[in-house]
C-alpha cells in the first residue's frame, strides 16, 4: 500500500485580459496585488533602467490618472483605513515638496 498523499489540485487561475491602452499603461507603471482584506500580496513591475526626466514625468501623470480612478471608484460612505489616509498623505507632502522646488529654481 502507498502512503503518498497527492498534492492539493492547484486554485483555478484567473485570466485578466487588458486592452492596448491598458497593456501600454501596464509596461510603464507598477502594478501592486493586495488581498480581500488589503495584505500587501506581490508588486508587478518593469524597472526603467535609464529613466529620464520625461519617464518619470509620464510615469507620474500615469499613476496621478490610477489614483484618480481609485477615488472616482471609492464609494463616499465608504471609510477609507487610517493606514490609507497617512499612505496618501505622505504621498501628496513628497508631490508638494517636489513641485515647490520647481517653482523655487
Sequence with gaps: MDNVTS???????CIIKLDQL????F???????HSPEGNFLTVVANPLPDKTGD??????????????TLFDG???????PQWA???IARVLDRIDVHLR????A
Design 55 to 68: 519617464d518619470a514625468v509620464y510615469q507620474l501623470y500615469c499613476q496621478t490618472l490610477l489614483l484618480e
Design 74 to 80: 471609492i464609494n463616499g460612505r465608504m471609510k477609507l
Design 85 to 87: 489616509i497617512n499612505s
Design 101 to 104: 522646488r520647481q517653482t523655487s
Design 22 to 25: 491598458q497593456y501600454t499603461f
Design 7 to 13: 498534492p492539493p489540485a492547484s486554485p483555478i487561475p
Design 27 to 33: 509596461q510603464k507603471s507598477r502594478l501592486e496585488i
